[in-house]
Nanobody, 125 residues
Framework: QVHLMESGGDSVQAGGSLKLSCAVSGESYSTNCLAWFRQVPGKEREGSASIATDGTSNYADSLKGRFIISKDNAKNTLYLQMNDLKPEDTAMYYC???????????????????WGQGTQVTVSS
């Protein structure tokens, strides 16, 4: 079992930055693929970024250059640095774990087994 808890969501002006955190506990954190997803009401959950055990990462095309995913294995924490935020980034953001065996840097929510409760990000123009 893996438990995840997101934090860092807030209301910001367009052009601002936020850093989300996700505390991971339970099964061996360092052996899992981790990711950030986001969802707005009425729409499907979409992948934002994923990171593998070796630190390699993958991003949704629309977020490349603005969002950075990282992790601190010593702190069992996943991060998402979000820069130059836009109103369309407004969403609930979730972290998730894709347990072994490693299936690649996937951004399909159906591939992820464990989820946090989410943290709200609101960007105003």
């Amino acid at each position: 079992q893996v438990h995840l808890m997101e934090s860092g969501g807030d209301s910001v002006q367009a052009g601002g930055s936020l850093k989300l955190s996700c505390a991971v506990s339970g099964e061996s954190y360092s052996t899992n693929c981790l990711a950030w997803f986001r969802q707005v009401p009425g729409k499907e959950r979409e992948g934002s970024a994923s990171i593998a055990t070796d630190g390699t990462s993958n991003y949704a095309d629309s977020l490349k250059g603005r969002f950075i995913i990282s992790k601190d294995n010593a702190k069992n924490t996943l991060y998402l640095q979000m820069n130059d935020l836009k109103p369309e980034d407004t969403a609930m953001y979730y972290c998730a774990v894709d347990p072994p065996p490693y299936g690649g840097l996937r951004l399909d929510p159906n591939e992820y087994k464990y989820w946090g409760q989410g943290t709200q990000v609101t960007v105003s123009s």
